[in-house]
Every structure is written in structure tokens, then in C-alpha cells.
């Protein structure tokens, strides 16, 4: 049985929220200690338990507790109440500024974090090249960290963090910032630590980093576990939760201004899979190209931009292929009343099965959709065992028979 490193039992955390300044000096004069505040629920119950060698994702909106627990797990922040046991040294990336004194130089910063982190002067010294060396940026290491940009101080908060060589490592969002090759660095040394057995915990609002790295995740929801499980499956729960209230959302500000829902601004009316010859069909001979028709009726042709979106899912709800016509860099028809728009696949190579399509038309950034239809037409592929999986890609065999 794996050892748990991380044992956190009905762990809340409260604070006293005061309307108005004068509210917290009214209630510590008032003779019988009136009570001038309420109590605010950051983390409210929370169980988490992580065993060695997981890697583990806490996903969750802005405000739902996700640094509140990390902060309390590196025991920058005490429970209000509950139980925390941790088993294992911990090196954290909290959000930007814990850990560091703005006035030092980063290379003092160095030790000083090292230091926090319950490593000796020399224990430092023996480490200090690699620390540099990853953080790669360059003089700047001999200025006090105040006159960094967020990202280089990432970079060397980084470098310290997995370079001293934890039993636990913390990331909380972090790895949002900082360049491509920087977070590829960052990605190859996660991919160590697992191999090596450590134990990861990982908040991120990047659901698909989230994915690439966790074998577990939990939701939170307004500090409450909203869900834990399998990855898959709560990310996809959870991006279905974001999806429904962005609509939502969208929804409640028409209204204020225009009198009328997200679902007013347009409506998908059809969505149709066609042959070659555009012919409507529900069954696909594997390898063939295939179209998907989508008619969509618009209440308000102001849109600047409009995105349509159309995805591919297993009957286990797996992503397949999740296209859009932002990401193609393509503008759609958006005339008032109704618009007819194709997306063209040469060559349909999934393997045979039974496949869904979502479609779902979005404001400019492909973020907020006004209408997302889940599963919404039906495709059976049918096709030779040609092999295993999902999707059979372009592929050759090569070399002599000698
Ligand atoms: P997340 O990291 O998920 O965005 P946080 O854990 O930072 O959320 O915060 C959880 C909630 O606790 C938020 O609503 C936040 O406003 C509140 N909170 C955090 N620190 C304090 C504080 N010192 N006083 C009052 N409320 C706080
Ligand atoms: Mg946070």
C-alpha cells in the first residue's frame, strides 16, 4: 500500500467579514460584544487525501478555496478548524510574492527561500548552479526581485522550488506565466518528478494542464468539494458546469441591456451529417470525407466576430476533436434570421463506433458560448479492423527485409 503523504480531515477556514471599517472597531468597544461581522466560509469541511507518488489537480472558479488549502497544507495560513497531517518535506510555488523579500537580490533570495524551506546555507551552496542555470535569467539574478517582471520571478521561484529536491511539490498556478519554452521546461521536470515517484499537487484554471498531469482532481466549489475523482471525468464535469453558467451569465447581462437571453442572440436550428455527394447519413465507411451542415437562425447580427464550434465525442464522452472557426482562423455568415455554415473532413479515420457531435456558436474568443448543443447528431463509423483505438492516423511502415 502507498504511504499518505497529505491527510487533511473536515478542514475549515473561516474569516470575520466586517461591512465597513468602523464595523470592526464598533464590535471590539461594544460592552456586551455586540457582533458587528459575519463569518465567511473560505474552505468549509474539505477532506483531501493524497497518497506518495500522486499527482494530484485541484480545479475550481476564482474565490472556491484552491489557495487556501495549499496555503494551509505549506502552513503559510492555520486551519479555523479540522486536522492536517503532512508526511514529507514540501516545496511550494505559492502565488507570486510568498517566500520572498522584494528588497534582496534573487540570488539572496535564493538562500533566503531555501532557508523558509528548512535547507542549510550549505545545502544551498551545493544546488545554487542548478537553480541558476534554470532560471536562466541572466544579470537580473543580482537585482533585487521588486524591479522583476512576474515572469521572471516564476522562473526563479521555479528553480528553487524542484532544484531542492522535495518529497512534495506545490504548484499553484504558477506556470501560467512565463514563455513556451519555459513552461516546457517546467512540463519535463513534472514528468521527472512523477518517474521518480514524488508526490505533486497542482491548482491550475487550465483545465487541459490539469489533464496532462493529474491522475486525480478536486473540485471546488465555493469552499466545498464539489466533486473528486478519475481526471476525466471531473474536468469534463467541471468544464459542463462553466458552460451552463456562462450561458447563463450571458443571459442575465442581455437582459439588463437588450430584453432578450443568450439564447435570443441565435439558435442553432440543425446540425446535418452528409456525404460526399451532401446527402444526409448517419452511418460513415471509415476514411471517407463527410460534411456537418449547421443551420443557425441570428435574433442579433451586432455580433462582431462570431465563432462556430463543432467537437467530436465518444460514446464515453472522450474529447476526439474539438475544432472552431476561430482556431481556423475563419469568419462565419452571421446575417439576421437564418445562416447555413459546412465544416469538410477529407478523410473521417476513426475507428468504427458510435461517435457524437457537439456544435456550439461563440462570442469572438471562443470562450462564452450563446448556445452549446452536447451530443447532438449521431455517427456510426463503420470500417475494416485496421487497428486499435480511436483514430487510425497517415502512417507507413519503413525499412529492408534484408
Ligand atoms: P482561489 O485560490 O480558489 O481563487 P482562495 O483560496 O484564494 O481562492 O480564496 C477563497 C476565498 O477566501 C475567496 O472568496 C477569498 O476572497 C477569501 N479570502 C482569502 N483570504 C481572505 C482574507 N484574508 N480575508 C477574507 N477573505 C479572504
Ligand atoms: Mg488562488
Known amino acids: 500500500m502507498k504511504k499518505r503523504v497529505v491527510e487533511i480531515n473536515h478542514l475549515t477556514k473561516t474569516y470575520n467579514m466586517y461591512p465597513n471599517p468602523t464595523a470592526r472597531l464598533k464590535e471590539a468597544l461594544h460592552p456586551k460584544r455586540k457582533s458587528y461581522h459575519e463569518i465567511f466560509y473560505a474552505l468549509n469541511d474539505v477532506n483531501v487525501h493524497v ?20 496555503k494551509i497544507i505549506t502552513g503559510v495560513l492555520t486551519p479555523t478548524e479540522g486536522e492536517v497531517k503532512i508526511d514529507g518535506n514540501i516545496a511550494a510555488l505559492l502565488e507570486l510574492g ?17 532557508m523558509v524551506l528548512g535547507y542549510s546555507r550549505d545545502q544551498m ?56 519554452e519555459f513552461q516546457l521546461k517546467c512540463m519535463e521536470k513534472f514528468t521527472e518528478f512523477r518517474n521518480q515517484g514524488k508526490t505533486v499537487l497542482f491548482v491550475s484554471h487550465d ?12 473540485w471546488l466549489k465555493n469552499g466545498v468539494v464539489e466533486a473528486e475523482g478519475e481526471t476525466m471525468e471531473i474536468t469534463e464535469e467541471y468544464e459542463n458546469f462553466l458552460k451552463k453558467k456562462s450561458i447563463k451569465t450571458v443571459d442575465r447581462e442581455k437582459n439588463k441591456v437588450e430584453e432578450h437571453s443568450a439564447l435570443d442572440i441565435v439558435e442553432v436550428k440543425s446540425a446535418t451529417l452528409l456525404d460526399e ?66 465544416i469538410e473532413y477529407p478523410k ?37 479492423y485496421v487497428g486499435e483505438g480511436i483514430v487510425v492516423l497517415d502512417h507507413e511502415w519503413k525499412g529492408s527485409v534484408q
Open 277 to 342: 455527394e451532401m446527402n444526409p447519413i448517419d452511418l460513415v465507411v471509415q476514411d471517407s470525407k463527410v460534411f456537418v451542415k449547421v443551420e443557425y437562425e441570428v435574433n442579433d447580427p451586432s455580433i462582431k466576430h462570431p465563432v462556430l464550434g463543432v467537437a467530436i465525442r465518444t460514446v464515453n464522452n472522450q474529447y476526439v476533436c474539438g475544432l472552431n472557426t476561430l482556431l481556423d482562423e475563419t469568419e462565419i455568415p452571421w446575417k439576421k434570421g437564418l445562416n447555413t455554415f459546412y
Open 51 to 70: 497518497n506518495q507518488g500522486e499527482m494530484v489537480g485541484f480545479i475550481g472558479e476564482n474565490g472556491s478555496g484552491k489557495s487556501t488549502i495549499l
Open 98 to 114: 510568498s517566500g520572498f523579500n522584494p528588497e534582496y537580490t534573487g540570488y539572496d533570495n535564493i538562500f533566503l527561500n531555501g
Open 125 to 180: 551552496e551545493d544546488k545554487i548552479d542548478d537553480i541558476i542555470n534554470f532560471a536562466d535569467i541572466g544579470d537580473h539574478l543580482y537585482q533585487p526581485v521588486k524591479t522583476y517582471s512576474s515572469g521572471m520571478f516564476v522562473r526563479l521561484a521555479f528553480a528553487i522550488a524542484i532544484n531542492v529536491d522535495p518529497e512534495i511539490l506545490i504548484v499553484d498556478e504558477a506556470l501560467a506565466v512565463g514563455d513556451l
Open 207 to 218: 483545465v487541459n494542464a490539469v489533464r496532462r498531469f493529474c491522475d486525480r482532481v478536486y
Open 348 to 384: 473521417m479515420a476513426l475507428l468504427g463506433g458510435e461517435y457524437y457531435f457537439d456544435v456550439a456558436l461563440f462570442e469572438e474568443n471562443a470562450t462564452v458560448p450563446f448556445v452549446y448543443k452536447t451530443k447532438y447528431i449521431t455517427m456510426f463509423i463503420t470500417g475494416k
